[in-house]
T-cell receptor, first 115, second 110 residues
Framework: AQSVAQPEDQVNVAEGNPLTVKCTYS??????LFWYVQYPNRGLQFLLK??????LVKGSYGFEAEFNKSQTSFHLKKPSALVSDSALYFC?????????????FGQGTTLQVKP | DSGVTQTPKHLITATGQRVTLRCSPR?????VYWYQQSLDQGLQFLIQ???????AKGNILERFSAQQFPDLHSELNLSSLELGDSALYFC?????????FGPGTRLTVT
C-alpha cells in the first residue's frame, strides 16, 4: 500500500533561520509527490510537486523540496523562515495503483516560526 | 484563491439529519475530488468524479453519496448524520497532476 509519513507533529524555528519539514514515502513505482500548506480556517494551498527530473523542486513563497530516491524522502525546505510561514504542512503522494489521481496525505506537521 | 468554490462555509445540524455540500471546480477541470479532514483521521479521500462519472471511491461511508452534474459542479450528500461526522469537508479539482482545493465546509453535528 502506498503511504506518506511526516515524522514530526511540530517543528519550531526562529525567524530568519532555515527550516526543514520532513516527509518520507512508500510507493510502488515512481512517486508523484506534493506539498500543501493549510492556514487556520483555510483550504489547502498547493506549494510544489515532484513528478520527474531535477531532484530539487522550487515552489511558491520561496519553498523548495528535495527528492531523494534512495532515502525515499521528500523534505520541504526554506532558506530563511518568516513568521507568516507558520501553518500546517501536508506532504502527499498521488495514488498510482488506481488510475484516479487521488492523493494520499501524511498526518501533517505544524510549523511554528517565532520572531 | 484556488478557483474552487464550496458552499456553505459552515453547517450546524442535528444527529439523524441530512445535508448537501456543494462544490464548483476550477474552470476547465473535469475531475472533482472530495476529502474529509478530522482530528482523528487526518485528511482522507472520499470519492472522485470525472466528467459526471464516478471514478474512484475511498473511505466513504454508505450513508454518504455524491454526484457530478453536467455543468461539472458536484454535491456531497451526507445522511443519518452522527456526531463523528463532524469534520471539515474539502472539494478539490484538477486537470494535471496537482489538485486545487476549495476553502472547505465545516460540518458540526450536535
Amino acid at each position: 500500500a502506498q503511504s506518506v509519513a511526516q515524522p514530526e507533529d511540530q517543528v519550531n524555528v526562529a525567524e530568519g533561520n532555515p527550516l526543514t519539514v520532513k516527509c518520507t514515502y512508500s510507493v510502488s513505482g515512481n512517486p508523484y509527490l506534493f506539498w500543501y500548506v493549510q492556514y487556520p480556517n483555510r483550504g489547502l494551498q498547493f506549494l510544489l510537486k515532484y513528478i520527474t527530473g531535477d531532484n530539487l523542486v522550487k515552489g511558491s513563497y520561496g519553498f523548495e523540496a528535495e527528492f531523494n530516491k534512495s532515502q525515499t524522502s521528500f523534505h520541504l525546505k526554506k532558506p530563511s523562515a518568516l513568521v507568516s510561514d507558520s501553518a500546517l504542512y501536508f506532504c502527499a503522494v498521488r495514488d498510482v495503483t488506481s488510475n484516479t489521481g487521488k492523493l494520499i496525505f501524511g498526518q501533517g506537521t505544524t510549523l511554528q516560526v517565532k520572531p | 484563491d484556488s478557483g474552487v468554490t464550496q458552499t456553505p462555509k459552515h453547517l450546524i445540524t442535528a444527529t439523524g439529519q441530512r445535508v448537501t455540500l456543494r462544490c464548483s471546480p476550477r474552470s476547465g477541470d473535469l475531475s472533482v475530488y472530495w476529502y474529509q479532514q478530522s482530528l482523528d483521521q487526518g485528511l482522507q479521500f472520499l470519492i472522485q468524479y470525472y466528467n459526471g462519472e464516478e471514478r474512484a471511491k475511498g473511505n466513504i461511508l454508505e450513508r454518504f453519496s455524491a454526484q457530478q452534474f453536467p455543468d461539472l459542479h458536484s454535491e456531497l450528500n451526507l445522511s443519518s448524520l452522527e456526531l463523528g461526522d463532524s469534520a471539515l469537508y474539502f472539494c478539490a479539482s484538477g486537470g494535471g497532476y496537482e489538485q486545487y482545493f476549495g476553502p472547505g465546509t465545516r460540518l458540526t453535528v450536535t
